[in-house]
């Protein structure tokens, strides 16, 4: 069976900040996928980032990156100069073997 | 680009009435799937496809069914609802199964009385 964790319900950040949501995982697999994605008050899910945990460099887009520790089976989020438009939910998502495993999701609150 | 199209967008039924869902994608996509979201919880998935002609349980398959009509079309189907079904479905379609990135609909309200 493979988890993923996201022990963070809620986080608040100030406009412009920087903000890390935190996910850990595991799994039995050495190959697999990591993934963000975003959903706003709309409910449509967006993909923000994606990991290959063959590579050993962290993935970014934009004001968005990965701190991706596979040892530790760590995938965190960092949003650089954060911005009203990325309060939403956000959810950590792990592709290994034959399964998809979504986190509870971690709601980001951004102060103006 | 339509992408994923998934109806209805809102629907109440009766304990014990049958529903379908109907989900559609124009991405030529290989794979799709079937998740449903609690209130303040994360996506389970309930069934998936990993390619046209198959089907398979994920995680909470219990009191659904799904039909792989085509390679564009997934239904889902609630046989006799119950309110533990009362949930935001959402479809969705990836490329492939494995670390394909996943397209979704933007999810059916549906709510068992």
């Known amino acids: 069976a493979q988890t993923v964790t996201q022990s963070q319900p809620e986080m608040s950040v100030q406009e412009a900040e920087t903000v890390t949501l935190s996910c850990t995982y595991d799994t039995s697999e050495s190959d697999y996928y990591l993934f963000w994605y975003k959903q706003p008050p709309s409910r449509q899910m967006i993909l923000v980032i994606r990991q290959e945990a063959y590579k050993q460099q962290n993935a970014t887009e934009n004001r968005f990156s990965v701190n991706f520790q596979k040892a530790a089976k760590s995938f965190s989020l960092k949003i650089s100069d954060s911005q009203l438009g990325d309060a939403a939910m956000y959810f950590c998502d792990l592709n290994a073997g034959n399964m998809l495993t979504f986190g509870g999701g971690t709601r980001l609150m951004v102060k103006p | 680009n339509a992408g994923v199209t998934q109806t209805p967008k809102f629907q109440v039924l009766k304990t014990g009435q049958s529903m379908t869902l109907q989900c559609a994608q124009d991405?030529?996509?290989?794979?799709m799937y079937w998740y449903r979201q609690d209130p303040g919880m994360g996506l389970r998935l309930i069934y998936y496809s990993a390619s046209e002609g198959t089907t398979d349980k994920g995680e909470v398959p219990n009191g659904y069914n799904v039909s792989r009509l085509n390679k564009r079309e997934f239904s889902l189907r609630l046989e006799s609802a119950a309110p533990s079904q009362t949930s935001v479905y959402f479809c969705?379609?990836?490329?492939?199964?494995?670390?394909?990135?996943?397209?979704f609909g933007e999810g059916s309200w549906l709510t068992v009385v």
């Open positions: 969705a379609s990836s490329r492939g199964y494995t670390g394909n990135t996943i397209y």
């Open positions: 991405m030529n996509h290989n794979s």
